[in-house]
C-alpha cells in the first residue's frame, strides 16, 4: 500500500471510466477515480512513464526500464506479468496512445537519422513489426474514429 513515509510522488495519471492508473514508487498502480484504496499493478520496481489506458480499459500501456533502456510494455489491468513489446533501447520513445485495442502508438527515433526527430509508429500487441506512420517527425498525435488526425510537431533546439 502507498505510504507517506516512502515519499512517493504520484505520477502520469490516465483515466478510463471510474479508474485512473498512475505510477508510483516506479510501478504502475490503479485506484478508483472517486476516491479509495489503490492497487498496485506491476512489481518491477524501475523507472515507468507515459500509461495510456487502452480504448476497452482492458490494458494498460507504458514505458519501463525494467530492463535498461525505456521499452514499452502492456499489462493488463486485471493483472499479470508486464509484457515488453518493443527491443529498440530508444531514449526517445513516447507513448502516444492506442489505435484500436490491438496496437499502441508510439513516438520513437529508432531507425530514422535524427535521434531528436521521433516518427509515430504503430506496435502490435501480437509481436509483429512496428508500422511507421506517414506523418512525419512527430512529438504528438490523436486520430479520431471518423479519420480525423492532430499531430504534434514542436521539436527542441
Not at 10 to 21: E, I, K, N, S
Not at 42 to 55: E, G
Not at 63 to 80: C, F, K, Y
Request: glycine share 14%; proline share 8%; no cysteine.
Amino acid at each position: 500500500m502507498l505510504s507517506p513515509a516512502h515519499d512517493s510522488y504520484l505520477r502520469y495519471p490516465t483515466l478510463h471510466g471510474d479508474v485512473v492508473g498512475f505510477v508510483a514508487q516506479d510501478d504502475v498502480w490503479l485506484a478508483p477515480a472517486g476516491g479509495g484504496r489503490p492497487w498496485q499493478l506491476t512489481s518491477d520496481h524501475a523507472p515507468v512513464r507515459d500509461l495510456r489506458f487502452s480504448p476497452d480499459g482492458e490494458h494498460l500501456a507504458h514505458l519501463s526500464e525494467r530492463d535498461g533502456a525505456p521499452e514499452l510494455h502492456v499489462v493488463a489491468t486485471a493483472g499479470g506479468p508486464s509484457v515488453r513489446t518493443t527491443w529498440w533501447g530508444d531514449a526517445h520513445i513516447r507513448v502516444l496512445g492506442w489505435s484500436d485495442a490491438q496496437r499502441v502508438h508510439v513516438a520513437s527515433s529508432v531507425r530514422e537519422p535524427l535521434r531528436h526527430r521521433t516518427w509515430a509508429r504503430a506496435v502490435p500487441l501480437d509481436g509483429g513489426p512496428a508500422q511507421r506512420l506517414p506523418y512525419g517527425p512527430v512529438t504528438a498525435l490523436d486520430i479520431a474514429s471518423g479519420g480525423g488526425v492532430v499531430l504534434g510537431t514542436g521539436f527542441g533546439g
